[in-house]
């Protein structure tokens, strides 16, 4: 990942209330995820394809994030329908990945889904309508985690929250979630810490303390009036190295700092 920094915090007692807030949340995001997940594969297991089809296309998606967005306009484009209608198939796409052959915008009906999933089923392929299924449900599991937790917990707006929510249940392979999913059944847990990318350099966000030892840190995830924490204990990052991605963790009540860089 690049170079690893690593120093003590010494956050005011809101800051330590607001770290330990979101190391709840996260706790709460990843037990929605298995939640979710342990009861669509039990439907799986039980040959309810028309229920874990319904579910996982029932819920609303948020078509104005940046990935989803543009991965609809290439599906609208390639299968050569309306703006209207290349969400609801773009989802139908992460269900069924490549196992239909004729994929189109007769699919967009659930029960067409069905139908076809069934029918393949019949046919002899259950292993491999099984084994998309379990990885759209693993998707799925991961993604409604983060808007539940994201509407249920937190208000305000900040996009180091949504990457750190990303980055323990989201799509993508490096994410907490995918590596539980790679080890096999991921159970509920507790959480020690909490990431998040700036993606900036480092002279953006570390400053020299006025008074005082040590530096301060602009950490996006505490609220607004409160996100310069007091840092110390090691050599700062060299001038034009960038942050790309900033570790919050906690040991017995003592906040830790870890920073990976990577060289301009």
């Given at each position: ?158 996009a180091a929250l949504g990457n750190y929510r990303s980055q323990l249940t989201g799509s993508g392979p ?77 040991d017995n009540n003592k906040y830790h700092l870890i920073l990976y860089t990577e060289t301009q």
């Open positions: 990942m690049g170079t690893r920094y690593k120093y003590i915090l010494h956050p005011t007692y809101s800051q330590r209330d607001q770290m330990r807030s979101i190391l709840e949340d996260q706790s709460k995001q990843w037990a929605k995820a298995v939640e979710i997940r342990k009861s669509l594969i039990a439907s799986l297991e039980n040959g309810d394809i028309e229920h874990v089809v319904r579910a996982i296309l029932s819920h609303e998606k948020d078509n104005n994030q940046n990935a989803r967005k543009e991965a609809i306009k290439r599906l609208a484009a390639s299968a050569g329908v309306s703006d209207a209608e290349a969400p609801r198939l773009y989802d139908v796409k992460l269900l069924v990945g490549d196992l239909f052959r004729d994929f189109g915008i007769k699919y967009a009906e659930t029960a067409t889904v069905v139908s076809k999933l069934e029918e393949m089923i019949g046919s002899g392929q259950k292993d491999m309508v099984i084994s998309q299924l379990v990885n759209a449900i693993n998707y799925h599991a991961g993604y409604i985690a983060i808007r539940y937790i994201s509407h249920s917990f937190m208000a305000r707006k900040s490096g994410t907490r979630w995918a590596k539980a999913l790679a080890m096999g059944e991921p159970r509920k847990k507790g959480f020690h810490s909490f990431s998040f990318s700036p993606r900036c350099e480092a002279s953006r966000l570390i400053r020299n303390r006025k008074r005082g030892k040590g530096y301060l840190i602009r950490l996006a995830p505490l609220a607004k009036k409160s996100r310069l924490v007091i840092f110390d204990g090691g050599v700062l990052p060299p001038e034009g190295n960038s942050i790309i991605e900033i570790t919050i963790k906690e």
